[in-house]
């Protein structure tokens, strides 16, 4: 049996129904996938250059996640 995350925001204003689900649990997918390739590549970085490799791990915090969410208005 697969787990399948779900998400849901309330309150917000981008749609009639003010409530987000399709677009913050692809955000959470995106996250995840970036996450699971960007971290390991992050830390050999942050060997050697500590401020980029900070930069590199949360790249998929501040960037992939909300532009995935903001994306998606439902």
Do not use: D
Not at 17 to 45: M, N
Request: proline letters at 9%; a positive charge.
């Amino acid at each position: 049996m697969a787990f399948v995350p779900v998400c849901v925001q309330c309150g917000t204003r981008s749609n009639p129904c003010r409530c987000k689900v399709v677009g913050p649990t692809l955000g959470f997918v995106a996250f995840v996938v970036a996450g699971v390739i960007e971290w390991p590549l992050g830390a050999a970085v942050y060997l050697f250059r500590h401020r980029k490799g900070r930069r590199i791990m949360a790249h998929p915090a501040t960037v992939v996640y909300p532009r995935v969410t903001r994306a998606i208005p439902i």
